[in-house]
């Protein structure tokens, strides 16, 4: 079993959907909850972290813990065609640097 | 330059051979770490640096692969007696601090094929 389980997809949605797209994890010492972005040919973009547990918000993008769950979650409000891109889910640790990410979900926003 | 600069962009080698990996990370950055990705997969952690100290190397695959940061700064990731099978994306990333205090930046990758 891997630490960390991510949808592949890929997900296809109309402009303006509210995306949800999701991780579990099986090692409750993490600690650290990112979100990153990659576009086509491009490295990874750090898109949200979040420490522990609860809820972070910027702009269109919410990303949620649960780590009683050992679940986390990216919402991403009124989706564009310029969101198509993989998400790709990410944590570690306290006292590693080690950062362990998902497989990434393909997400396709249509005009 | 701005971001991580990795080189070559593109290497092709033949079996059996020796290839070395190159990664500039952003001025400054004291952390550094390889990771590698397949096609359709997340980036896999291959191994970091704090400084010139290599602090995890528990991703590294076998003793053929490699890795060093002399000086603190650009790091060479090391690929001995090459097999098909190390074909993959692979990536350098740099930080300030750690990954649990400041965030990644990627740089585009080297693409590795060997035939």
């Known amino acids: 079993q891997k630490e960390v389980e991510q949808d592949p997809g890929p997900l296809s949605v109309p402009e303006g959907a509210i995306v949800s797209l999701n991780c579990t994890y099986s090692n409750s010492a993490f600690q650290y909850f990112m979100w990153y972005r990659q576009y086509s040919r491009k490295g990874p973009e750090l898109l949200m972290y979040?420490?522990?547990?609860g809820n972070k918000e910027d702009g269109r993008f919410t990303a949620q813990v649960d780590k009683s769950s050992k679940y986390i979650s990216l919402f991403i409000r009124d989706s564009q065609p310029s969101d198509s891109a993989t998400y790709l889910c990410?944590?570690?640790?306290?006292?590693?640097?080690?950062?362990?990410f998902g497989t990434g979900t393909r997400l396709q926003v249509f005009p | 330059g701005a971001g991580v600069s990795q080189s070559p962009r593109y290497k092709v080698t033949k079996r059996g051979q020796d290839v070395a990996l190159r990664c500039d990370p952003i001025?400054?950055?004291?952390?550094l770490y390889w990771y590698r990705q397949a096609l359709g997969q997340g980036p896999e952690f291959l191994t970091y640096?704090?400084?010139?100290?290599?602090?995890?190397k528990s991703g590294l695959p076998n003793d053929r692969f490699s890795a060093e940061r002399p000086e603190g700064s650009i790091s060479t990731l090391t690929i001995q007696r090459t097999e098909q099978r190390d074909s993959a994306m692979y990536r350098c990333?740099?930080?300030?601090?750690?990954?649990?205090?400041?965030?990644?930046?990627f740089g585009n990758g080297t693409r590795l094929t060997v035939t």
């Open positions: 979040t420490y522990s547990s």
């Open positions: 990333a740099s930080s300030w601090t750690g990954a649990d205090n400041s965030p990644l930046h």
């Open positions: 990410a944590m570690s640790a306290r006292n590693t640097d080690k950062l362990i």
């Open positions: 640096f704090n400084y010139e100290a290599q602090q995890d």
């Open positions: 001025s400054g950055h004291v952390s």
